[in-house]
């Protein structure tokens, strides 16, 4: 903020300066009061304020309120935190009722402890978000506890907080990404997922070279992340339950992951699962991380020399933990992203989870492998020893649904089920598809329908009933697509798992009809 800009800021009227550091956005017409605001005095306070607020477009307002920019806040707040009046002002303010942020802000202020917002810290009954008494907005929680950290008085109960604050946001963030995907109820796969316990609870040779795996593979749309979704997300649930580390490779973050950089994503839902472990691995985390010095994509060794040094840090720290001998299970969804990449990543991954055994003495680590294939191709490995990597212990492959489930999830999810029976024997039992017939079912008229299940007797008669499901998947997202050249384009992308710029360059550019002009 220019010091131009604090001296009129400072010059202003106490009252509207705390009110608009306090609001998420303010009307100014109601805090300069609209009868005077042509007033000489009223002017000059009017462009004091403007110039450090910023116009936002606000529901239900037929003109555009003002929010106080980030550095004149902190100006205000910390000028106001210290005076003995401080109380009085804020007493004289009115703001919106639904201004969380002000709320928030303004019993910050005042000195009360807003820590009983969030849930207990307690012990990890299942590193999931507990629901508070009264429903609490997270973000803008964190942003008073922001400001509220630099003030004199008040930083240090805020700083600790603010930890608070960002664990429940990351639990809250986890447990909403698996309840997006978890089927309720789950149909179809009570034998996967009755294995898929037992596994987790069994006691696992430690003598081979490879940990254990439970391999689940399938087609895609089958239902295998809907199934460790939710075998992830009861087990967190689950009072006492020992860790369980969920990590899918069709995130950002993770598709090109290094064994640090898993390293890191372990420690941070370990952390989120065990309160009593979460501070010292966010400090583990920044150590080993300081270590590089910028230093990772620029030198191989030295990433795997840090990283070696990480697990090395990581097992001395870990050496008191109660649980450290419990069945902690790592879950590595959507692996066919690594295994698409070939051996050495796949390899890499796995021995990252050996070494978690071996060097961090996590000794009852149970693996989860979950993908469309996992074994990676290598024409210059004997298959043998490609498959030993994994160690198989148990391995399902999911399948469509047989008719009477797919019959059973049609009807649970809404459909008639004399209609529900019709579309099976025609489409298949593979749940997406099921779900997209379902979408179809509530969002067209009868006659639409019966369009649908005819042309599937048709489509039905020339091929496989998986066949006719996936045309019709494919069908409903391009129909949306009205341009043909976009559409043409846009075709692969959904067929395919993923499209590379090589997979364009080498094969896509030759067959889609695109310009290339």
Known sequence: MKPADARRLDALDDRITLTAAISTDFDPLAVFGADSLLDDHQVDMIDGLAAVCDEVEVAGSSYRHWSMRTQARQHVLQAMATRPDVTTLLDSIDVQPNDLFARYLRDGLRGADLGPLLPPAGPPTAGVPTAPSVAVDLDCLFRVVM????????????????????????????????????????????REYAALLEYRTSVLATARDWVPSFILVGPGGVGKSALVSKFVSDQRRKPGAPPLIYLDFDRATLIDATPLDLTFEFTRQLGLAESALDQMLAEFRERSRSMLGGQENLNIDIGAGTSSAALRDLASLLSGWPRRTAAVTIVLDTFEEVAIRGVTPVRDVLQWVVELRNTVQLQQIHLVVCGRAVIPDAPHLPPDEVAAMFNVQYEWPLEDLVTDRAVELLTVLGVEPGLARRFPPLFGGNPLVLKLIHRFVTTNDPAEVEQLLEDGEKARRNAPSGEVGLRFVYQRILNRIKTPRVRALAYPGVVLRRVTPELILKVLVRTCPVPST
């Open 147 to 190: 400001f509220l950290e630099a003030l004199p008085g008040v930083g240090a109960k805020a700083g600790h907080l603010e930890r608070r604050v960002r664990r429940q946001i990351a639990l809250t963030a986890a447990h909403n990404a698996l309840q997006a995907v978890i089927p309720n109820p789950l149909v179809g796969r009570e």
